[in-house]
């Protein structure tokens, strides 16, 4: 198992604009860890637990926004963890497995309800957490079962119904229910190859033309759609800029009406309402006042992104 010891937060971050914010405080992270097998990381959390040593977990963090307040004592990276196998009628993955290279192996064989994930970053075991998802293909649609060592050391067996799952939610990103997913059974769907390939090219350059790429952004940032007085206005603002200007361009429009509300100092930010790219330094800066924003606009609005501080 790698250990490292004493690095800032930027070694494990997806967003790299922050780079130095994070490196000012060098030694944020006491302990990485990165197990290579299930058993070494069972066997380190419930040291971690028997000791009441503290601990977190992350995967690829490509939706996680480490802040440069963050510090831990032990940070368990599962990206190692990436082994996956067929049975006759599933496909069983260790939690780190990451879901778009899965995706990609799952469309050569033709199987069902992957052509969506090729894109999808992260790991199978997030995928699970969040309930995440795109092009009419979910994770938790193809999940079976999951097992999952829970806050009392125990190794348990769990199903969909036990995730009570919720657009981009589920009971474990809600805390109803904790504990580490150690692996992940997923259904094995036959298809047609060239069929699912066909999907998957389409969802692809559907990506391409309606969303920035990976780079600089950790994927929709927010949901809600109980919009507000002032966030029905926004829509028609939009809605007045599409139709009657002819704007054709989401991310422009969406900019130019953040700012006529009072958003200039974050509108440079955003790519539409739910996506705030982090650019520069700056960035993390202006997150917080973007968010208190999206809260006047929508009252049912949570944060899809995980915020490490």
């Known amino acids: 198992m790698q250990h490292i010891q004493n690095i800032s937060a930027q070694k494990v971050s997806w967003v790299k604009s922050n780079k130095e914010a994070l490196e000012k405080n060098s030694d944020a992270i006491k302990n990485l860890w990165y ?12 040291d971690f637990q028997m000791k009441g040593s503290q601990y977190d977990l992350i995967g690829y963090s490509s939706n996680t926004l480490f802040l440069p307040s963050y510090t831990i004592d032990n940070l368990i990276c599962t990206k190692k963890l990436s082994e996956w196998r ?19 192996e799952m469309l050569k064989k033709g199987y069902k309800g992957f052509f969506g994930l090729i894109d999808l970053p992260g790991t ?78 389409q969802a692809h350059a559907t990506r391409l033309a309606t969303q920035p790429n990976a780079a600089n952004n950790l994927g929709s940032t927010f949901n809600g759609s109980d919009w507000t007085l002032k966030g029905k206005f926004l829509m028609r603002l939009d809605r007045f800029f599409l139709h009657v200007v002819h704007i054709q361009s989401a991310s422009q429009r969406i900019k130019i ?7 200039k100092k974050y509108s440079k930010y955003l790519y539409s309402w ?17 968010e208190k924003f999206l809260k ?13 501080k």
């Open 86 to 104: 067929e049975t006759e009628d599933a496909i069983i993955c260790d939690c780190g497995v990451n879901v778009a290279m899965l995706s990609k």
């Open 35 to 46: 197990p290579e097998t299930i058993d070494e990381l069972t066997n380190l959390i419930r």
């Open 296 to 308: 006047s606009i929508c009252s049912d609005v949570h944060l899809e992104i995980e915020i490490r």
């Open 124 to 201: 199978i075991a997030s995928g699970v957490y969040g309930n995440c998802g795109c092009f009419d293909c979910s994770v938790c649609e193809l999940l079976d079962s999951f097992t999952m060592l829970t806050s009392e050391g125990d190794i348990k067996t769990y199903h969909v119904d036990d995730l009570k799952l919720q657009f981009r939610s589920t009971s474990l990103k809600r805390h109803e229910l904790s504990g580490t997913i150690l692996q992940v059974v997923l259904k094995k769907i036959q298809g047609n190859a060239e069929e699912e390939q066909a999907k998957a090219n």
């Open 274 to 290: 739910n996506r705030f790219m982090f650019y520069d330094n700056f960035s993390y800066l202006l997150f917080s006042k973007y």
């Open 257 to 263: 009406v953040i700012t006529l509300l009072g958003g």
